[in-house]
């Protein structure tokens, strides 16, 4: 069955909290990102915190997840490069990014890997489609991807699709880590120095390079509806966020 197929309603069961949003707005390092996963995805493994939804951007960096090949990091010496255990392969992430970390306990949810990932690809879909952007699957590809008639043909003569959003998740005791992440006005050419996620011969966009005068903020709160549509109610914690917890 392919991932477009599978049932995504990925709601907790009943009586289960809210998830928690968490939105930090100072640039993140990734060391400091993993601590906090780590801390928080033990502390909902052992029903000692709701769970959690994290929204963030780092600094310029590149990520290897357990996937990756050396071969496929392209200028190793221009930016970061930190070792994951997220599955995948490498990734990159910077300012104009929108990073979303999920850490979601499928033991409230449904044991299911591939309905988690094509969730979460929903959850993407219909964040861009809410801005006029149609996003797609591709079952050799995790991720979504936008067709770009406007560019020349691929040499097999498919029309051309770049890709807008990337997904790397990993689980403990059921519990997520990582996530997803939207490009919303990224520095495109960044992306040059890896080959994302093994994938040659496509592009990479974002919703200003497709022309939306869109913010991080209005990202923001698509992004939130479109998840509360398939992982159910959230609540908006402070804004000192996690980093500073």
Same mark, same amino acid.
């Given at each position: 069955?392919?991932?477009?197929?599978?049932? !995504?309603?990925?709601? #907790?069961?009943?009586?289960?909290?809210?998830?928690?949003?968490? =939105?930090?707005?100072?640039?993140?390092?990734?060391?400091?990102?993993?601590?906090?996963?780590?801390?928080?995805?033990?502390? !909902?493994?052992?029903?000692?915190?709701?769970? &959690?939804?994290?929204?963030?951007?780092? $600094?310029?960096?590149?990520?290897? /997840?357990?996937?990756?090949?050396?071969?496929?990091?392209?200028a190793p010496g221009r930016f970061p490069v930190y070792e994951t255990g997220r599955g995948g392969e490498y990734t990159y992430h910077g300012p104009g990014q929108r990073v979303a970390y999920l850490m979601l306990d499928l033991k409230r949810r449904r044991r299911d890997v591939r309905a988690f990932v094509s969730a979460i690809e929903e959850v993407i879909i219909r964040t861009l489609g809410s801005m006029n952007v149609? /996003?797609?699957?591709?079952?050799?590809?995790?991720?979504?991807?936008?067709?770009?008639?406007?560019?020349?043909? &691929?040499?097999?003569?498919?029309?051309?699709?770049?890709?807008? #959003? #990337? =997904? /790397? !998740?990993? @689980?403990?005791?059921?519990?997520?880590?990582?996530? @997803?992440?939207?490009?919303?006005? $990224?520095?495109?050419?960044?992306?040059?120095? =890896?080959?994302?996620?093994? !994938?040659?011969?496509?592009?990479?966009?974002? @919703?200003?390079?497709?022309?939306?005068?869109?913010?991080?903020?209005?990202?923001? =709160?698509?992004?939130?509806?479109?998840?509360?549509?398939?992982?159910?109610?959230?609540?908006?914690? $402070?804004?000192?966020? $996690?980093?500073?917890?």
């Amino acid at each position: 069955m392919q991932r477009q197929d599978l049932e !995504i309603a990925m709601r #907790a069961e009943e009586g289960s909290a809210a998830v928690r949003w968490w =939105i930090t707005d100072n640039p993140v390092s990734y060391p400091q990102a993993l601590a906090v996963m780590e801390r928080e995805v033990d502390r !909902i493994a052992r029903g000692e915190a709701d769970e &959690l939804v994290w929204l963030v951007e780092h $600094p310029p960096l590149y990520t290897a /997840g357990t996937s990756a090949n050396a071969g496929d990091l392209l200028a190793p010496g221009r930016f970061p490069v930190y070792e994951t255990g997220r599955g995948g392969e490498y990734t990159y992430h910077g300012p104009g990014q929108r990073v979303a970390y999920l850490m979601l306990d499928l033991k409230r949810r449904r044991r299911d890997v591939r309905a988690f990932v094509s969730a979460i690809e929903e959850v993407i879909i219909r964040t861009l489609g809410s801005m006029n952007v149609r /996003g797609e699957r591709r079952e050799d590809r995790v991720g979504v991807w936008v067709r770009r008639p406007e560019k020349p043909l &691929l040499p097999d003569g498919q029309v051309c699709e770049d890709k807008i #959003a #990337a =997904i /790397g !998740i990993r @689980l403990r005791h059921w519990v997520s880590f990582h996530g @997803l992440s939207i490009n919303v006005e $990224p520095e495109l050419e960044h992306f040059s120095g =890896i080959v994302p996620c093994g !994938i040659s011969g496509y592009g990479v966009t974002s @919703l200003v390079d497709l022309g939306l005068p869109v913010t991080m903020g209005d990202v923001d =709160i698509a992004l939130r509806a479109a998840f509360e549509e398939v992982f159910g109610p959230t609540i908006r914690c $402070p804004d000192t966020g $996690p980093a500073e917890a």
